[in-house]
């Protein structure tokens, strides 16, 4: 249960980030939903208030590539519920004509989210700890000649998330840094024919089943520096990345 605990999750107003939205609030947490389309946003948020009680839920518009937004998200979500417990750095497009701005949403948009959430997390600034997940995909991990921009920002996702984990500032500070990297998901997100082939062949995870391991994720206190690889058969923490020291301390000088 996460009955205490109060979640962020960017992009909420649809898609991945609501329907875990609704397993958080269903183990008891209080949540903060957030999105950059307020008519998509404000439906979820009255939903989700009739379910589960304006109590326990929270809303305020973001655009995850607008820095002062962004804190007010954070500021805003500290101001109603006292704390913050758990961040999805979630928001995201997928193919999309302007390459520029997939970088600035789903790469730089979960650098800023990761940087100013840990400014409400971290157990020096008198935070409560916790867990930031960021969303990246299965196409961070592979090269996916379909899209190398959004395969690019997701790479990004990866790498700063491993790599933030084992920084000073995170190390000591109470927050787990995590990468989630799920193959396709049954959003609106995939429905392009030039996806059709690929998930014809490797399948679709169900969001309330994604739900449930960013769920596990959640609850595993072990996990800072993971990455979460999720398919629609099975789901495991890729734990085969080199560390630079590993890297350095094995290679022989000829
Ligand atoms: N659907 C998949 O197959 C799949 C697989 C792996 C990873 N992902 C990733 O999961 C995340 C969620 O995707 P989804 O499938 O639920 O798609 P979706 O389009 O249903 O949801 C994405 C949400 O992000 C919001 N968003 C977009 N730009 C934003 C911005 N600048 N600021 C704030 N919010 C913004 C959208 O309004 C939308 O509500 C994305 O990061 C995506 O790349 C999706
Ligand atoms: C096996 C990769 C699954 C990635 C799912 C993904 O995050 C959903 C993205 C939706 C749109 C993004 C655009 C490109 C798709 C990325 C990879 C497809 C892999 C196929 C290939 O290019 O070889």
Redesign the pocket.
């Known amino acids: 249960m996460l009955t205490g605990k109060v979640a962020v999750i960017?992009?909420s107003?649809?898609?991945?980030?609501k329907t875990c939205a609704e397993t958080f609030l269903n183990n008891g947490a209080k949540v903060c939903l957030s999105?950059?389309?307020v008519d998509?946003l404000q439906a979820t948020y009255e939903e989700f208030k009739l379910q589960y009680g304006a109590e326990n839920v929270h809303q305020i518009p973001?655009?995850?590539?607008d820095k002062t937004q962004v804190e007010d998200l954070f500021k805003g979500t500290v101001d109603t519920f006292g704390a913050i417990d758990i961040v999805f750095n979630?928001?995201?497009?997928?193919i999309h004509e302007d390459w520029e701005s997939v970088i600035q949403?789903?790469q730089i948009?979960v650098i800023r989210c990761t940087y100013l959430a840990l400014e409400y997390m971290k157990k020096s600034s008198k935070g409560p700890g916790g867990i930031i997940i960021n969303?990246a995909?299965?196409a961070g991990l592979c090269s996916s000649p379909l899209d190398p921009i959004y395969a690019s920002s997701k790479f990004g996702v990866v790498g700063f998330t491993l790599s933030h984990a084992l920084h000073a500032d995170v190390v000591d500070s109470g927050v787990r840094m995590v990468a989630l990297c799920?193959?396709?998901?049954d959003?609106?997100?995939?429905d392009d024919d030039n996806m059709k082939y690929f998930i014809e062949k490797i399948g679709v995870i169900k969001k309330e089943k994604l739900a449930e391991v960013v769920l596990e994720m959640v609850k595993d206190e072990t996990n800072n520096g993971k990455c979460m690889v999720v398919t629609a058969q099975f789901h495991y923490y890729k734990d085969d990345f080199p560390k630079v020291e590993d890297v350095f301390l094995s290679t022989k000088q000829s």
Not at 13 to 17: E, L, P, R, S, V
Not at 182 to 185: A, E, I, W
Not at 187 to 190: F, P, R, Y
Request: aromatic share 6%; glycine share 20%; with cysteine.
């Open positions: 960017t992009g107003g649809q898609g991945i980030g999105d950059v389309v998509r973001c655009d995850v590539t979630n928001a995201g497009v997928g949403i789903n948009g969303m995909s299965f799920p193959t396709f998901v959003t609106t997100m995939i």
